[in-house]
């Protein structure tokens, strides 16, 4: 899990010199802006998202015997740092007071309360303009037609029907605990899942995976997407601050329904092994090993012990 | 005035109708997304920004002998009706609590008033990335090339260093009274201008003007853009609510300065003028008539007259 922990920091590091590199920077009248964007996407999280998009296409390179070259690992970094961005660019909105109203992100200031809220809403508004900036910059992306399908395939993942459409039903149930169980997956596998998901598609893409390896890697981070949300549910209740650096027992608190207030403690534990192993028997029907997407498999479910 | 009004409210028609057929809409359990998104994009205002995508579109393919088909009208539709849906996220954002907190806007409630203020910021967020969704879509736009570069140049003209990098000048330089005109207009060239000036732009794109027609059509609208914006400083001061569909007398409220506290009203009603002139100028460059986009220039700084 250490050998695995350190893979996931190079990957990290590697996106954050994307990030670094691409992101606006400069004294202009709109420099706090640049700050703000700056700020949440760089140097946080263990960017997990990244991790999947890089490995992904390092993986189906492998599985069609051919060459992982650096022109398309540079381009996996492309979508993987903008997906990240995006990831960002959701959590200063979630965050801010008319939403989760959550003043600790990665162990830091939220982005509004570092800035204020009205920098906070327009630096997410930026770095979702920014991201489809770079994806469809032809100096990225070689082919154009993948350049356009990946755009089409990242919004429609963040959309009303995706991520965004998950939010808005996160927020507008919270503190009612009448929603079951399918309610739950159902927010669930918008709010987190679709850009998870995502993350393998965009690599689908752009390694011209069959539609076989499109839906078997597809379906492989659906599985850990849903195992991370539990781990994750299952950490709100037990972690401490320190180490999830945002506040926990939010859920309690708030009196949010997630999978271990309707499904209890045992069985959710139970419900995150089984997704994980369901991931890792789709990544063995290629017949080939892959190290690395097992290991994040398991690690989805283990991430803070 | 009144024939030219009539062209603008029939265009204005076909861009709902586009919005209305392909807004997402549903009974599911973000359905109050869906709502939020069309309360504010569809039957509102007067589209002048998707007028200037038309129209630039009509013109390029008579200077250039073309014929203007159907198919390519339609995809002229298409790139209007989402810059229109931009131009709407960045007013629901813009009206906000910690923006402008503006109640109402196009004569009803602004959208936080109307839903409430985590609708407001996940409806701007979710018709942002409908957009690119769109523009992307295989459907609409058959040229991948273009797609992409429409993607790249509409992302770049509303982010950080356009549209939203103006905006966040403009709040951070509220109730300061220092900025000279030079940085008036600076932000104005982000805030408004950007995305003016990326009608024109996307137009020529889709019909693959010269780099000489395309850059006489980018700044034609970049002067109307300055011209409008001063009209509407003037209007801020002279007009009324119910025409102008939102308080007037803001700037002078907020102490902002803008075009008019600074020149003071004859020079700046002047100055709109004389933008208005260098637009129709640059239209009469071409050697060939285009009335319409003459009368948008006309238009611009006597809208409410």
Redesign the interface.
Known sequence: MIEFQNKLEKNSQEIDRFLDSYL?SGN???S???KA?RYSSISGGKKIRAYLVVESGRFLSAVNNKDFTRSKYNELVTVASVIEAIHSYSLI?DD????DNSPIRRGKDSNHIKF????A??A???L??????I????KFIVD??K???I??V???A?????M??????D???TEQNYLNLE?IE??QN?KTGALISCCSHVASILFNASDDQKSHLINYANHIGLAFQIADDLLDLDGNESSMGKPVMQDTKNKTPNFVTILGKEKATKRALEESCKAINLIQKFKLESENLVSLAKYTVNRNK
Chains 1, 2 share one sequence.
């Open positions: 606006p202009g009248l709109n706090k802006l640049f964007m909105h801010l007071p008319a939403m204020d809220d009205h920098t809403i327009l997410g508004d930026a979702l303009s920014w991201a489809f900036e994806i469809a910059d032809s154009p037609e350049r356009s399908e755009c089409f990242l919004a429609k963040i959309g009303s029907n995706g965004v459409g998950g939010q808005q039903a927020m507008d149930f309610q159902w927010i918008h």
